[in-house]
């Protein structure tokens, strides 16, 4: 049986196909770090008074030690401050058990990985991998309407008794999203989409009207929204993402709040 369990942000334990995913595990206390605390600060808000505002906006919402018990797999999509704890001298990864085996989209970020103590680091190819009854693939992601803020991945999880689960990843809707919907047909599909932006990227990930399209293309999927409400460079909530998409007429998702979980039955996904 497939469960998502919202952590906090991107961060979501995935059970699936008998093995358990730790996805974009972003530990860190509350309000551990602002804009204006990053060293020479590449990035800015459109609305800069957001730039003070510290992040994550919550603690974790259940025991760190819950959170890591029993995880076969952590993924990261990509090395982000709001994927991944960071640390000043640029390991990453430091509330993580280095022994378990992290998944990631490159060869790039491999190597932090491994300078960081990780001890297997596995880089997802795109022709697909299997972990144990699972196969996973990388997909494509654009990260950023302006011009990307580094490179991202998606994943398709694929099992013979479980819904296949495509984790979008900080994308925005763009052809790479809707040709794996094609070739895909994921009955689960999880997308990040607080609508977070910078002055230097544009629009990092999905608003409502991504999420919309991503309805209408795929409208027999169960969406799971998620990357929300922790990051100050946020243009959605919770609260005004519900109220967009009523608007829209989108009602195929689960939002779930930081702790609770959504379990999807292959014979009741769709229905």
Not at 21 to 27: A, E, H, R, V, Y
Not at 36 to 59: A, T
Not at 76 to 102: E, F, N, Q, R, S
Not at 175 to 182: D, K, N, Q
Request: with cysteine; proline share 7%; aromatic share 8%.
């Amino acid at each position: 049986l497939m469960k998502l369990t919202q952590i906090r942000n991107a961060t979501n334990r995935l059970d699936y196909a008998g093995k358990v995913f730790l996805i974009d595990p972003w530990l860190a206390p509350k309000h551990q770090l602002s804009f204006v605390d990053i060293p020479d600060m590449p990035f800015h808000v459109p609305d800069p008074m957001k730039e003070h505002i510290p992040m994550p906006f919550y603690n974790l919402p259940m025991d760190m030690g819950q959170i890591l018990s029993g995880v076969d797999y952590y993924i990261v999509t990509h090395l982000h401050p709001d994927h991944i704890d960071m640390t000043p001298d640029g390991t990453v990864g430091a509330p993580l058990d280095k022994a378990v085996p992290v998944i990631c989209q490159s060869e790039e970020d491999a190597s932090v990985l491994r300078s960081s103590g990780f001890s297997e680091v596995i880089v997802l190819p795109t022709s697909g991998m299997e972990f144990g009854a699972a196969r996973l693939t990388r997909v494509p992601a654009l990260h950023g309407t302006v011009v990307p803020c580094g490179d991202a991945m998606g994943i398709v999880f694929e099992a013979s008794e479980e819904n296949t689960f495509y984790l979008a990843g900080d994308t925005v809707w763009y052809s790479g999203v809707a040709e794996t919907l094609r070739n895909y047909q994921p009955e689960v599909i999880a997308l990040n989409c607080c609508a977070a932006e910078t002055v230097e990227n544009g629009r990092l990930i999905m608003n409502d009207e991504d999420v919309h399209c991503v309805a209408m293309t795929a409208p027999n999927a169960r969406l799971y929204l998620t990357h929300l409400d922790n990051v100050a460079h946020a243009a959605l909530t919770r609260h005004t993402l519900r109220g967009c998409l009523a608007r829209r007429g989108v009602v195929n998702y689960d939002m779930p709040s930081d702790g609770a979980s959504v379990e999807y039955k292959a014979a009741t996904v769709g229905a």
